[in-house]
């Protein structure tokens, strides 16, 4: 069984702090690796995708990818109380095409 | 530009029964997903399509099937329902060109199986 693994939290953070979130997966042959964002009672909505090592920013948003530890994280700068939600990662495993195998998310809580 | 629309949005059905879920893609999206939500299992994959193939398969059994036309509107279909199969299912389409990855979640639709 190939495992996406998340803290399910809350995390906590207060306003303008640095919020961060961290995913690892098990299959080493993965190549792609999405965040979601999902507010209560709302669709999951794409923040960012990431294929290689390193750091992806994106305004407030910073991914960072390592697939020698095979973690994933995602980092957001000055978090607003509009950030609280669940954060879904997730890992693409069809070698063609999209086969998103999720994690069951971390819930954030910004608090003012 | 018309998001990704799943109709019916609720359903009620009995254990044993079938049920059908549709779901119309973006304009010009070809590929559709769909996955199974409920609160123990998280988000889980049950199948892409793509010009009318099944393209990738989730870990679900065979009671789970679906289908794409040629227009890429994608149909779900669940036979012989369980009570756990009581969830969220959505729907999500996918451009497939100009190397955009972003895929689009539909609202859902909501199964309650009793």
């Known amino acids: 069984q190939k495992e996406v693994e998340q803290n399910s939290g809350p995390l906590s953070v207060p306003e303008g702090a640095i919020a961060s979130l961290k995913c690892t997966y098990s299959?080493?042959?993965?190549?792609?690796f999405f965040w979601y964002r999902q507010y209560s009672g709302k669709s999951p909505e794409l923040i960012m995708f990431?294929?290689?090592?390193g750091d992806k920013e994106d305004g407030r948003f910073t991914a960072q990818l390592n697939k020698a530890s095979q973690y994933v994280s995602l980092l957001i700068r000055d978090s607003q109380p509009s950030d609280s939600a669940t954060y879904l990662c997730?890992?693409?495993?069809?070698?063609?095409?999209?086969?998103?195998?999720f994690g069951k998310g971390t819930s954030l809580l910004v608090t003012p | 530009k018309a998001g990704v629309t799943q109709t019916p949005r609720y359903l009620i059905k009995t254990r044993g029964q079938q049920v059908t879920l549709s779901c119309s893609p973006i304009?010009?999206?070809?590929?559709v997903s769909w996955y199974q939500q409920t609160p123990g299992q998280g988000l889980q994959f049950l199948f892409e399509?793509?010009?009318?193939?099944?393209?990738n398969k989730g870990n679900f059994p065979g009671r789970f099937s679906g289908r794409q036309f040629s227009n890429s509107r994608s149909e779900m279909n669940v036979s012989t329902l369980e009570l756990g199969d009581s969830a969220l299912y959505l729907c999500?389409?996918?451009?497939?060109?100009?190397?955009?990855?972003?895929?689009?979640f539909g609202p859902g639709t909501r199964l309650t199986v009793l």
């Open positions: 399509y793509f010009s009318e193939t099944q393209r």
């Open positions: 299959d080493r042959g993965s190549q792609s």
């Open positions: 997730a890992v693409n495993l069809g070698r063609s095409g999209y086969a998103l195998n």
């Open positions: 990431i294929y290689s090592n």
């Open positions: 999500a389409s996918r451009l497939l060109a100009g190397g955009s990855n972003e895929q689009f």
């Open positions: 304009s010009g999206h070809r590929s």
